[in-house]
């Protein structure tokens, strides 16, 4: 196997590794969206009136959704900041990754045309 051999396969692995590294990047990205929108969902039902409920249950109801939504924003935050960290590491994984594939590609299309100019063929 020649070196020019060894690139291309080089540059097919990396290139591999890094779809690999970009659809974590988006699986991760696409989990903190859901808490982000789980938060706000949250948010918006709390704004919504209990209808047709007398003022002092509705008053009851209010405040034991008020209790839990806190709670629950409370696990929903921390899990945010969790999904945030694992997007943040992804995007740096598939940063490297996807430098490593151009790179390779780079050296694997050099190798190729100085292959084909030592040839004798037009370049």
Known sequence: MTDRDRLARLAALTAAVSDARLAALAAAEGRRAAVAAAIAALDAAASRPADGLDP?????VALRHRVWAEARRSQLNAELARASVAAIEAR????RAFGRAQAFATLAAAAGRDRRRGQGQPS
Request: net charge neutral; hydrophobic share 90%.
């Open 56 to 60: 002092v249950a509705a008053a009851a």
């Open 92 to 95: 740096a994984t598939a940063a």
